[in-house]
């Protein structure tokens, strides 16, 4: 589990402190949002593989086929280029769309810090600044 999860699920726990239903929806929708994530990122990984296997494709046409692109049938070449293209266009799509996804989870975790920080101080009082160290003088 990487720290972000860990930072992520130590907010759900906090959440259920709280006692209005707005933290039902929160909750939901960080859950919500982990888990598209997850699936973009499984896409992105999918494509990735077959983009891999188009190129390996190619490349063994190339090393180990007499003439390549003349006594390759058009139609498994033609297949193998749409392959390989579509999947990379897909990656590139599927890797900004991950990166929207990072951003809405990293909205969605300071709202739930925000939401969090305003439970504590609705059920322990005040908070007090940190006391300043004073310079060193050198």
Known sequence: MSEHQKHTEFLK???L???SHERHL???KLTRIQRDL????RAMWLTALLTTLAVAGLGYGEI???NFPYNTPPLILNLIYAVGLGSLI??????????VYCQKLDQQREECRQRVAKLLSA???????AKKEPAAQG
């Open 17 to 19: 402190y709280d006692e």
């Open 26 to 28: 929160v909750a939901e």
């Open 13 to 15: 726990q906090c959440l």
């Open 123 to 129: 059920r322990l009082g005040k908070t007090f600044p």
């Open 38 to 41: 997850r699936c973009v990122r």
């Open 64 to 66: 180990f086929v007499d």
């Open 90 to 99: 897909s990656v590139l799509a599927f890797a900004g769309l991950g990166l």
